[in-house]
């Protein structure tokens, strides 16, 4: 009987092939190099702890094989969280083609219900349909590349753009695409029928004008409803051990579909009446994750440290811009050789506590949405404290925005009217950005700071 093969690899050794050869159902494992390194058209499958497997082609793989997308490995998805919840210890690796997973899940789902919408309004044919397809893959999978060390925390230090705007973690990952994954993309034998190029990548990425009619997908990559929100929330909530971020995503996908435009847009991404729910769901997911997760004390704090001991390491106290020799640098900055600096004693006091744990406590945090009252009490709180606050720290963020962006939804009634998301969920309707206010003392100061806010409790009765 012959053999059936078929190449399997998983994320913990890229790089290494383990061929899968059964006979009559009995499945044996041989590590040997593929017989034919030269063939486009190997397909491979990457085991992933939230999806199962992910596949790839070779074009892709070759994209991930280069050293500014394996660099992803050595960027923690969550920071220091795991100074609060171990297991979370995840990269940016996996993280990204969980999103390209994902992302093509989304595609499929809106083409197989919208595909008349999509031929009428956006003008696709079927290889139209299949072309973008790819893009929208490539887009998902690189949208991360340009993350500093541990993420976010390393963003407050990134430079001003000539605009005078502080450049974000998306103006490097378009210049990497430009600058270091240009031949990778374009290049390689199945682009051939494609015809992209790296700039249509950065198109889409950036939401310009270039990118025309694949605008339409920006939705899947950075939206309310996007793939990368799905896979972070999944992803995140499993590696912390947690249940916060779980939402039922599967209904998400089996609901979602081209919403059509008005007078002055086109279509949009959107779910039908039947899964306005699901998706109420991922906004509360989202806030759960945020206030339970992202946002913990320690976690806070532990960022707090980070940002002024990075600070202390870089040279003019930031990372370098985006492009050239400086982009060479910045790719030069990761996890490790964070972790090797501190390891040595680099990052001052900051770098001190992070390695000892010898953390800031916080004693002190307003409502999650403080009122004026509450800014008032924060200013007494201030005042009691009488100097031994170290760290004040906001987390702010603008919640789930109504409006232009909020997520359409087509009722299921023969005049397919479209409402957004918050007007079918009062939740979503009433949900107000985070705004919480946390006061931090060093632990030495802490009993006595706590003592000091009980003595201003006693006063005011």
Request: proline share 5%; aromatic share 10%; net charge neutral.
């Amino acid at each position: 009987m012959p053999a059936q093969f078929r190449w399997w690899v998983d994320a913990g050794c890229i790089g290494r092939y383990h061929l899968f050869t059964t006979w009559a159902g009995a499945t044996c494992v041989n590590r040997q190099e593929p017989p034919n390194l030269a063939d486009p058209h190997r397909q491979y499958e990457i085991r992933c702890p939230v999806h199962g497997f992910v596949a790839l082609n070779d074009w892709e793989w070759e994209i991930i094989s280069q050293p500014s997308f394996q660099r992803l490995r050595r960027i923690r998805q969550l920071a220091w969280t795991d100074m609060v919840y171990p297991g979370a210890m995840h990269t940016r690796f996996e993280h990204s083609l969980g999103v390209m997973h994902v992302a093509t899940r989304l595609y499929d789902s809106i083409v197989q219900r919208s595909r008349e919408l999509l031929r009428s309004e956006l003008a696709y044919t079927p290889d139209g349909i299949r072309r973008d397809k790819t893009l929208v893959r490539l887009t998902a999978l690189l949208h991360d590349v340009g993350h500093g060390p541990f993420s976010h925390a390393a963003e407050d230090l990134f430079p001003d753009a000539p605009d005078g705007k502080k450049y974000g973690h998306e103006d490097y990952s378009a210049a990497v695409i430009r600058e270091k994954l240009r031949d990778a993309i374009e290049n390689h034998p199945l682009n051939r029928g494609c015809g992209w190029r790296a700039d249509d990548i950065t198109a889409l990425l950036e939401g310009s004008s270039e990118a025309r009619h694949t605008l339409f997908w920006r939705d899947l990559i950075t939206g309310q409803m996007d793939a990368d929100r799905i896979d972070y929330l999944l992803r995140d909530s499993h590696h912390s051990g947690v249940d916060y971020g779980r939402f039922d995503w599967r209904r998400l996908l089996h609901t979602v579909e081209a919403v059509p435009g008005d007078e002055d847009s086109g279509p949009r991404l959107g779910v039908n009446e039947g899964g306005w729910h699901a998706a109420e769901a991922l906004v509360l997911a989202r806030y759960f994750m945020f206030t339970q997760v992202y946002f913990h004390k320690t976690r806070v704090a532990f960022d707090h440290h980070l940002h002024h001991a990075l600070k202390s390491m870089l040279p003019n106290s930031q990372f370098p811009p985006p492009g050239g020799r400086d982009l060479d640098e910045f790719l030069r900055w990761d996890d490790w050789r964070v972790l090797g600096m501190l390891a040595q004693g680099d990052g001052g006091d900051h770098g001190r506590r992070i390695s000892r744990r010898d953390h800031f406590r916080e004693v002190y945090h307003t409502a999650e949405t403080p009122k004026t009252k509450d800014l008032r009490e924060l200013d007494r709180v201030r005042d009691a404290l009488d100097g031994l606050v170290k760290a004040e720290e906001c987390a702010e963020k603008s919640w789930y925005k109504v409006g232009a962006t909020d997520i359409a939804v087509v009722s299921d009634s023969g005049k397919r009217r479209v409402k957004p998301l918050s007007a079918y969920s009062s939740v979503v309707a009433n949900v107000k950005p985070i705004g919480k206010v946390m006061l931090f003392v060093d632990a030495k100061d802490a009993t006595a700071a706590r003592e000091k806010l009980r003595g201003l409790r006693r006063r005011k009765q």
